[in-house]
């Protein structure tokens, strides 16, 4: 860090970070003359920490500063950290430029997808002057909150000191647009060409490191694999997490999960409801999913990371509807068919995992990780585990059940295929054991049942809805049909028992449901 550290506080081998707080903000903080934040006796620890507790103590300054204009109707009178515009800029190019390289080494689409000429337009437009205030605020209102946010400004809109800093982020856009074009040429020598960044002074350097979205899962997943009978993040949640925060940093510019405001997090929603791609629940799911993530952030480091709370948490997710169960399931004729159509397969995938499904309502994906050593037999019955034994994952821990093998499953050749397979996975691909199964089997469904012919269809899930029509037709004990399919009514009767001794009468009540009648 270049320069006199400021609003650091050494005493006694002991560091911290001290700022003193503006006479007039003392009355909404206690009346306290200053903030600090212990740091601890370790130097180095304390130096790395140092610019994030400074940071808090500027936000928690900044909502004071928020209430005293809102009780007195006043202006603040000055940002903790004011930069002019020419520095915000200079600030936000190289942002730009640090996430271009990044995102290069992690996603080789980037650099074929080229820059939108239009949108630099736009740019170029907005610091030639000939946008209005509000479109403006359209291309980098966010950004100019974002800098306020960070103390850097006051800058108020519909005023010249507004419009100026607005337009010195057109340049730091535009100009990392030019770096982008050229980068994807193979060209890494680029430098700013307009003179509010070629001419830019050195900045002295007090914010703190950022904290990325990256960071925060690799924590997440650490804390929830230590320890004893520890219940480690699945690796393909950690992966949809990365996704949808990646998705953000690259809207928003930044990965710097530190810097996120509401705005941008209701800007994001809105652009991806407008591009028309993604389903409104998709997109809800999206929004909470890096929402999620902030909150780990702030369960990881309540003091530093947003203490005020998390920004996103106040965003109205979208509103979306849903098909009724029955449009989703299969029908007894689509049921006939896909089964039917599975005895002209020679992979097991294909073969098996429709059958699997339509008898026991299991997930696809659970039926996907099933292995030979699942399959048990007692008292002349067969049934299987699904289970996280081995590594495996399940959606919700009422998943782990035992399920009894369906008379139609033996009749169909189940159990000779389980007793002549290899052991391990009963499901692999052609030329690695895991693979994902589950658009494997849509996809193959859907040649079946094309899409036009039934869009309301789930080719997956629509067996667990069959499923439970069939155990309400034959009148399956509700409890059975709820462990059978591992769902769960929160009753307390869910932790007791569930041994051995309750698989005869699990396997009575699978006997209940009568098979699906297929032409041979």
Known sequence: MAGNLRHWKERNGRYSARVVIPPYLRPYLDNRAELEIQLGGDRRTALRNHAAAVASIQRQIGIARQKHEAATGQQAKATPYPL??????????????????????????????????????????????RLTDDELDDLVGARVERARLAGNTDAVRGTPEWRALAQALCVASYEAMLRQDERDEGNFTGEPVHPLLADAPPIYNDEPDPITFDTIIDDEVKRRARGKNAKPLPDRTAKKYRDHCTAFAKWRKSKNAMTVTAAEGKGWIEALQDAGELSNRTVKAMLQNVRTVMNWGRHNDPANFFPAGNPLNGIKAPDYTTLPSYLRAFTMDEAKRVLAATRNEDKPMFRWIPWLCAYSGMRVSEAGNLRKEDFFEIGGRWFWKVTTVGARSLKTASSERRIPVHKALVDEGLIEFVKAAKPGRL????????????????????????????????PNHGWRHLFEDFCRRDHVPEDARNYITGRTDGGSQELYGRSEVMLPGLAAAMDQIKPIPIDQ
């Open 427 to 458: 499901f692999k691909g052609d030329t690695k054991d895991t693979v994902l199964i589950q658009p494997r089997i849509s996809t193959w469904v859907r040649d079946i049942i094309p899409f036009d012919q039934r869009p309301e269809l789930s």
């Open 84 to 129: 002019t515009a020419q520095q915000i800029a200079i600030r936000d190019y190289q942002s730009q430029i640090t996430f271009d390289a990044e995102i290069r080494t992690h996603d080789p689409r980037y650099a074929q997808m080229g820059v939108d000429a239009d949108e630099g337009r736009r740019f170029r437009d907005g610091f030639a002057g």
